[in-house]
């Protein structure tokens, strides 16, 4: 093979080793921050959470925005709009937003394992926060862990806390 032959070759070879890493990158959760284009309503899952997602989607226009469900994790992530966490109050859910960060899966992954897709993130669309306190009223789904949600954290009951 002379060298004129080979650089094709060689070419093609690099987009496919390009290729392969992008799919390796492109099918692993992304952390991101919270706070700037969403903060992220957590709720219980399970048949509650099952019954909720179907209120939802009946409630809000165009169907429900993009809702998260993490294998072996007792919740599910709604993604509300940012300043959400500022006027949360319900006692069937907690609201995060800045500085905590979230597992955001790829697009298209929409079971398990890791993180995936209940309902799909859509470019503009979020879930109505308004319509969300008003079906975990009518829903009443439990109380969110929080326990669990703050192992996750690293809230545990000794802290931390900011001391005086």
Not at 15 to 32: H, K, M, S, T, W
Not at 65 to 94: I, K
Not at 104 to 115: K, N
Request: net charge negative; charged share 20%; glycine share 10%.
């Amino acid at each position: 093979m002379t060298k004129a032959t080979e650089a094709p070759h060689n070419e093609w070879a690099d987009l496919a080793r390009l290729v392969r890493e992008y799919q390796q990158v492109a099918d692993n959760p992304v952390i991101r921050p919270l706070g700037r284009h969403y903060d992220v309503v957590i709720t219980v899952a399970g048949d509650a959470g099952e019954r909720l997602l179907q209120l939802m989607d009946a409630v809000q226009p165009g169907g429900c925005g993009p809702v998260v469900a993490e294998e072996g994790r007792p919740w599910l992530y709604w993604f509300v709009p940012p300043g959400t966490a500022g006027t949360w109050h319900n006692r069937y859910a907690a609201c995060l937003t800045t500085p905590m960060k979230i597992a955001f899966p790829p697009a298209g992954h929409e079971r398990p394992p890791g993180p995936y897709w209940l309902r799909p993130f859509r470019s503009g669309v979020r879930v109505g926060p308004a319509l969300l306190h008003d079906a975990l009223n009518a829903i009443q789904p439990g109380l969110t862990p929080y326990d669990a949600l703050g192992e996750l954290l690293g809230l545990g009951r000794e802290g931390p806390w900011p001391t005086a």
